[in-house]
């Protein structure tokens, strides 16, 4: 596709989201919660469940077909590889990762899908890609997305890549983002369909992230939990449902996992899983146990010496998970036992049933240890 090709859908794409933003009949948001913010009111059970028995499976459109996962994606982050991948997919009972695209070869990206096996993961990609790479990541057997992955991803500069992934006869399974409004879902979402993608996700949240300092340097961003209901709202009203949402970085809890999850098809994150998963160089190790790890954003000074542009830094977290497994565990437990708190037995039916309340500053304080 030509310039001028491209530049005509990313007006049309506009074009279609503002006449959506224009009818769009809901009052805009002033104020902007997060999950700190909020809890989920409990109601009763009708049904005699165990916890153990509600379905925590949500179904995603991959390049290959249907996949019904636990919706929890690892972030691209290049201290989460390949032994990350294995572990978060615990042999189909666990989550999906999606591969870091920063710093690494073409080559590498194709070894750590290669190593992942025989967990299903998704990869990174930036907007320049060459098309050979492409084609030889998408004839890997365990590939089920490819996650456009930028600070700004409602943003023209994705069509070519865009189009060269449709062009390799992809329909489904493709990850853009992330966004970080209705205006942003939005013009994202045409870009999609003008690229003529069938089933396809967003994924959302611009500066919630652990080591992300875009909302300190920049001044943009609004909290994730609000941003979440907003956009949620907003593609149910506009009939946008070929798009699922994953809501991305910010969860410091299971908690906080299932807040998301309300509100979001999938959940992606990197602080959470801190764990014996990462990468060895990131372990921080005393007498052969495992202490802490070491996170620092894709776009800090630290991963490929970047000078400009900082959105990123650093920090030394205390492991508390042994691996990522253990991680999912919790985060199954967690979400099993909310939606027992709404009477659901599955996740359609608990986020139907949610609704949720702000909480006073004492209210915060008293649900924590005191
Ligand atoms: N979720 C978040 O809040 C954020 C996440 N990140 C993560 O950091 C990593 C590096 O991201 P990124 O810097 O985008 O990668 P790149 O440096 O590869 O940038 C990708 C493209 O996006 C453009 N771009 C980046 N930021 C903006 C912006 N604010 N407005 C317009 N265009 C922009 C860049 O153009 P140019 O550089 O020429 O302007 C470049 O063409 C990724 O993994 C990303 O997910 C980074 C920041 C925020
Ligand atoms: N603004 C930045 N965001 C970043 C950077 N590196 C990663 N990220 C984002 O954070 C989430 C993970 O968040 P967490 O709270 O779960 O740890 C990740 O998926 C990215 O979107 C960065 O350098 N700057």
Redesign the pocket.
Same mark, same amino acid.
């Given at each position: 596709m030509n310039t001028q090709t491209l530049d005509q859908m990313s007006l049309e794409a506009l074009e279609h989201a503002r006449a959506a933003i224009a009818s769009y009949p809901y009052p805009r948001l002033e104020t902007y919660y997060t999950f700190a913010d909020k809890t989920i009111i409990p109601t009763f059970l009708t049904r005699p469940i165990s916890r153990s028995q509600v379905e925590v499976r949500q179904r995603f459109y991959t390049v290959r077909g249907t996949l019904d996962a636990f919706p929890a994606f690892g972030a691209?982050m290049s201290m989460m590889r390949s032994r990350f991948a294995r572990d978060v997919w615990d042999e189909g009972h666990g989550g999906i990762h999606v591969l870091p695209r920063?710093g690494l070869s073409d080559a590498q990206r194709i070894q750590d899908v290669k190593a992942s096996a025989p967990a299903l993961v998704g990869v990174?990609l930036?907007?320049h890609e060459e098309v050979a790479f492409l084609g030889e990541l998408l004839e890997q057997p365990n590939l089920a997305f490819v996650s456009i992955?930028? =600070?700004?991803g409602a943003?023209a500069?994705v069509l070519p890549v865009l189009e060269k992934i449709r062009a390799q006869g992809v329909e489904s399974g493709v990850i853009l983002g992330?966004v970080g409004s209705i205006e942003g879902f939005a013009y994202a979402y045409w870009l999609m369909k003008l690229s003529g993608f069938k089933h396809f996700v967003i994924k959302v949240?611009?500066?919630p992230?652990s080591v992300?300092t875009?909302r300190i340097n920049t001044g943009v961003?609004v909290g994730q939990l609000s941003l979440l209901e907003e956009i949620w709202q907003f593609r149910n009203h506009c009939g946008y449902t070929d798009a699922q949402i994953i809501s991305?970085?910010g969860v410091n809890s299971s908690g906080d996992f299932v807040k998301a999850l309300t509100r979001a098809e999938g959940v992606m994150m990197g602080k959470f899983f801190a764990s014996g998963s990462f990468e060895d160089e990131v372990l921080i190790k005393k007498d052969g146990h495992l202490e802490g790890v070491l996170l620092f954003?894709? =776009?800090s000074s630290l991963v490929t010496e970047k000078r400009n542009?900082i959105?990123?830094s650093s920090q030394t977290l205390k492991a508390f998970h042994k691996d990522a497994r253990e991680a999912v565990s919790r985060l199954r437990e967690g979400l099993q036992s909310a939606m027992t708190y709404v009477n659901a037995t599955n996740l359609n039916e608990f986020r139907g049933n949610v609704r949720f309340v702000l909480n006073s500053a004492a209210a915060i304080t008293e649900a924590g240890v005191h």
């Open positions: 691209s920063v990174a930036g907007i992955d930028i =600070a700004h943003n500069a992330n949240g611009v500066g992230g992300c875009t961003g991305d970085g954003g894709m =776009a542009y959105e990123g």
